[in-house]
T-cell receptor, first 115, second 117 residues
Framework: AQSVTQLDSQVPVFEEAPVELRCNYS??????LFWYVQYPNQGLQLLLK??????LVESINGFEAEFNKSQTSFHLRKPSVHISDTAEYFC?????????????FGKGTKLTVNP | GAVVSQHPSRVICKSGTSVKIECRSL??????MFWYRQFPKKSLMLMAT?????????EQGVEKDKFLINHASLTLSTLTVTSAHPEDSSFYIC?????????????FGPGTRLLVL
């Protein structure tokens, strides 16, 4: 069975500071990894995903995540956060390449960016 | 593109009543939709996979008679919580599967918060 652990339920940071949101997973098969973001009162949006190839994946708004198979991790990072990055972030794994089948989610990390 | 809506966004009901939640794909057709449930401070848990024109596939431990799913059209799936009780209070989120760039993925609705008194 697959599982996802997000170690931090809440992460408060100041604007322009770097941030890392941690995600570890367990699975007995090959997995595909995702980060979703949920802004207040909105649905989940795909932020970035690792399917294959380069272990470092990037989003259009400056986030990046690195797949580390030996450590079974997929931590999300951003070198300088903005107020607008305040949201809840969910790490997820799937056995299907696009995440089109069952997604197993972590509990989420609430990122709060303060001025 | 790929917008998924849910209605209502919040609902409060009395114990014993039934509540219907709608999930719509607004600008695409979805043969498959998923229903998730999220408890406070917990993960989203997949409840069932809804397939247009056929019976839903429920995850282990989810009561199919309690959570009725109907996917009658390519743009609408409904989840009915029957004889709701306080322990059914939760955040229910749907998603729809769509192919984008040759890859199938899920797009999520904004969720429905259910409170059963």
């Amino acid at each position: 069975a697959q599982s996802v652990t997000q170690l931090d339920s809440q992460v408060p940071v100041f604007e322009e500071a770097p941030v890392e949101l941690r995600c570890n997973y367990s699975s007995s098969v090959s997995v595909y990894l995702f980060w979703y973001v949920q802004y207040p009162n909105q649905g989940l949006q795909l932020l970035l995903k690792y399917l294959s190839g380069s272990t470092l994946v990037e989003s259009i708004n400056g986030f990046e995540a690195e797949f580390n198979k030996s450590q079974t991790s997929f931590h999300l990072r951003k070198p300088s956060v903005h107020i607008s990055d305040t949201a809840e972030y969910f790490c997820a794994v799937s056995e299907s390449q696009g995440g089109s089948e069952k997604l197993v989610f972590g509990k989420g990390t609430k990122l709060t960016v303060n001025p | 593109g790929a917008v998924v809506s849910q209605h209502p966004s919040r609902v409060i009901c009395k114990s014993g009543t039934s509540v219907k939640i709608e999930c719509r794909s607004l600008d695409f057709q979805a043969t498959t939709m998923f229903w998730y449930r999220q408890f406070p401070k917990k993960s989203l848990m997949l409840m069932a996979t809804s397939n247009e024109g056929s019976k839903a596939t429920y995850e282990q431990g989810v009561e199919k008679d309690k959570f009725l799913i109907n996917h009658a059209s390519l743009t609408l799936s409904t989840l009915t919580v029957t004889s709701a009780h306080p322990e059914d209070s939760s955040f229910y989120i749907c998603s729809a599967r769509v192919a984008r760039g040759g890859l199938e993925t899920q797009y999520f609705g904004p969720g429905t918060r259910l409170l059963v008194l």
